[in-house]
């Protein structure tokens, strides 16, 4: 097994301009780990994963695999396997005969051959379709056929590149659980590339979180979900996504208040430090939507409420989320997700408990994470 180092890593696309596509990243994914490349399109990840698997040129920076330097290493030789959205797979040959091609090309003994292809068979549940041609298979049988392909080759490191985009909402929901089931029981590294933060959520170890070819942050799901580096990272982890508002620091007497047009609220006083600095001066307030309306904010120590009118109610089942006409940074409605049972109707106003103590602050400039 092998973990992947990424430094000072820079690709550079030159054609009516010059376009940075992955700017200085620096990256180091243990041996083993599940690490997710998430973010809008766009953003690099892509790019960036094909450079490790050598399908795109470095303009500057080194990639290790293990412990070698695999810049000038052609892909064949880098001792990974990738996985794309297309399954890329021959319509002429069975499920056996895809599996099974690039161990004959590489003048595998066939006995070898055959115990690999059944091997990956069994742990992907499609011992079943090894005679069927890809035509006779769903999208998600398709899949799995690419997976044990990249499987049979045991290689250091498994590459995924949005590999359940073509597949409908139930199938990746499957998908991405065998995935992560798979992990488990190769203990392989594995990089995958989503734009799906759910998918990133779920499934990875650690979450690199990507815009404009720079990395955002890198962390865990929960502590990126808790303690998110900006207001892009804010907004991009988690459904919905964080309400972010604009407003201003009040001070009275020893108390710090966040104050906007549609609400007022006692900061902590573990916060002072940090907004004593923008008293009288724009600052940005986010919350997670299930910080507003919810059981957990009615029950804090010192509760304290915003008032607004609904616009929308989505019933989800489990809960409901309501659009408030208290408009955030970007001008949409503050989402607030409250238990599925609540009685409420569109156009009427609610004083809604919020738990400031899970709110942060941003900086308005740098837009980075303050509290």
Known sequence: MAGVVLKDVCKVYDGGGTTLAVNHVNLTIKDREFMVLVGPSGCGKSTTLRMIAGLEEISSGTISIGDRVVNNVPPKDRDIAMVFQNYALY???????????GLRLRKFPKADIDKRVRAAAEILGIE?????????LSGGQRQRVAVGRAIVRKPEVFLF??????LDAKMRVQMRTEISKLHTRLETTMIYVTHDQIEAMTMGDRICVMKDGLIQQVDTPLNIYDHPANTFVAGFIGTPP?????????KEGEKLFFRNANMSLELPETWTAAAEKFIEKDILFGIRPEDIGSERAEL???VQHIRAKIEVMEPMGAETYLYLDAPTDNGVSCIARVDAHKQAKV??????PILVANAHL????????LV
């Open 242 to 250: 964080m309400n972010i508002f604009r407003g201003t620091i009040a």
């Open 347 to 352: 156009g009427e106003v609610l004083s809604l």
């Open 128 to 136: 079943s379709y090894l005679d069927r041609k890809p035509k006779a």
């Open 91 to 101: 319509p002429h040959k069975t499920v056996y005969e895809n599996m099974a091609f």
């Open 161 to 166: 590149d949005e590999p359940l985009s073509n």
């Open 300 to 302: 804090a120590e010192k």
């Open 362 to 369: 941003f900086d308005p400039a740098s837009t980075n994470i």
